[in-house]
């Protein structure tokens, strides 16, 4: 019961923090005291705290190497706007429509991750990272080479050509024209869609980890063999957490797309996939509520050092540095233990909870 | 649950904190003319605030830095003169359209009350929609592509759109009779680059120019051009087009010397600034051709100045994108003259007078002369050929 009690308030501690922050946010937007500049970021870090918290449930929980979760987030993107833009004449109301595209961007991307997860899941370490950095650039490679217009026979599509190539009748639109991504996207994307994606997000992946599952795909990161021995199916839970983890981005994706009026498959390179695992790493393997912090201050913090003018990318990469330094180093450490064991046993006096030891 | 609440009650008192910061920083930033949050400040500053985003740092930054000092040379020669005034800002978005609008919001926090979009089209498509919603006029310098200005009436270009400079090189160059066998090597994952080409093909089809060989690299592959040159030297071009950025160009020119393949070279303006670029040896650059509609080697009044002003403040000649921000800066000044705009008007304000009036007025810059705007957003001005001679741009014509 301890235990379960324990992890109820450490879950409530993220839900609480991320609810807080956002009801603290809208009072503050509510009353015009926003810069322009934190206003236009919120939604950018919502898709982060998302990829951010969905690769962790990969690399933290499931303990494989992933580098190419851009790519998933590059499929939901684009798979979700072209549904936005189909759906235009069906669904009116912006909101639901977004719902709806974000949960076929979502299953656009799980589909992918269910593709590229039956042969790669069966390999593990160094293989999986490898091709998980292929799929990203391939994923980028066919968006380039896609083309997607839409008339009145419905979508249409081309592979290799041109836009001229999907033959469009009168009043048809491309959608996606090859390199150039898609263009002139209403944008629809609110910050409090962005916390619905992020509440959800938190949903599923925490009860996902404390769920008999989750114990399963923890187990085979701990020890894969020991597992497999007492009956784990492998590779079942392993595609399980993958899957979901790419759905998540997915869904992220077309939060990130309809954000921007436009969006190109170049902007979901390897350097994308590369900041998000920065953001997990940083975070702490497995610790969702560092990687929802990381993303926040990770995503602002370029942004922040706009005074610092062409310095800001090195003060951005010493800060980083310092900061990976700080968390990994004994003494430091040490310090924020002793003041937190400080703030618990002044706690543990006055209340009823027991303190850590002396 | 002491623990829990505690922790939460601190990250509130830290939130807060935030908050105030940006709440403090953002009044006085935006104080005048900000209109962000509801309560337009009244403007009291005598000067228009103009601002824009572009590359100052990465791989496109040569365009940044350039729109930026030439648009800083104009700006200083106006405050000069007195009368109208302006203070500009230019902020970094690496190319990219998710740090465009971080760096647009940026200047709305300053006060921006005219934009001047941003430098590369990419970004530029972001930032437009922003602005179109914002209401605030912009003028972009260097953003060609054609969904820049597309449906947005407060957006209008100071250079030619990318289908129409595909097509103005192909007829330039059926005119001029430069090539029988064209090659083309383009990028395609770049708008700019595949936007031209798409149409020079269509225009190339309709003249009945020959093209033998169209080769694409990408972003990830723009190092090695063995693969392209080959091809079209085995299929004889003796023209080839490169509607790409200098950079790739460089390494082109360098690859074909190495293969001892010397077709003839036709540019557009994203060659321009390839004599400037570092480390480059300009003798490989001899006789390329480029079309741009700025040629820093004119003999007129306006051109020997900007040049030697440029010259004494960053030391290089200026190219296309230098002169764009130049121009840019100047038909602002105009149309709010005609306009009769004062700085104290709210940027909504000044937006809804240069919508009216910009498509209105002829303007005389460096890159053309009797400029005009359509209600669209596309300006209408005629492009220079010009030839790379011993190091120098040389007008063709």
Redesign the interface.
Known sequence: MKRIGKRL?SN??IY??VV??YV??QM?MGS??????????LV?ICVYVVMAVSLNLTIGVLGELSLGHAGFMSVGAFTGVVACIALEGIISLGAVRMAVSMLIGAACAALAGVLIGIPVLRLSGDYLAIVTLAFG?IIK?II?CLYVGIDHRGLRISFLT??AALELAEGGRVIID????I??IK?LSTFTMGFALILITLFIVLNLIYSRSGRAIMALRDNRIAAESVGIPATKYKMMAFVTSAALAGAAGTLYALN????????F?FNTSILILVFVVLGGLGNILGSIIAATVLTIL??ML?QF??Y??LVYAVVLILVMLATNNDDFKGLLYQIRGK??AR?GT??K?GAVNE | ????L???LS??LL??VL?GC??A???S??APGGS????PAAPSATAFKIGGTGP??GGAAIYGIAAQNGAQIAVEEINAMGGIQFELKY??DEH????A??????L??WGVQISLGSVTS?PA??T???TF?DRIFALTPSAS?A?VV??KDNVYQMCFTDPNQGSASTQYIFDKKLGNKIAVIYK????YS??IY?TFTAKAKELGLEIVSATTF???SQTDFSVQLTEAKNNGADLVFLPIYYTPASLIFQQAKAMDYFPKYFGVDGMDGILALEGFDTSLAEDVMLLTPFNADATDDLTVNFVKKYQEAYGEIPNQFAADGYDCVYAIKQALEAAGCTPDMSAADICEKLVATFPTITFNGLTGDDVTWAPTGEVSKSPKGMIIQNGAYVGMD
């Open positions: 308030r409530l501690v609480g923090l807080v922050t603290v946010l503050v015009g005291h926003i810069s322009s500049s934190l206003q236009g970021q950018p650039e490679n380039n041109s836009a090859g390199p150039m991504g263009s002139g944008k921007y009026s436009t969006v190109t498959a170049a902007k390179n370029p942004e706009r003018n062409d800001r990318m703030i618990l706690n006055k209340g909870e | 649950m002491k623990k829990t505690s922790i939460m990250m509130l939130l807060g908050a940006n709440n920083g953002s009044s930033a935006s962000e949050g509801g309560q100052l740092t902020e970094d990219d359209a998710e740090k609008v971080n760096a647009y919001n940026k709305k926090d990419t498509v972001a437009s929609a922003e919603a592509a969904a597309e449906g395609n994952d770049d708008v595949k936007g798409d990408t972003e990830d």
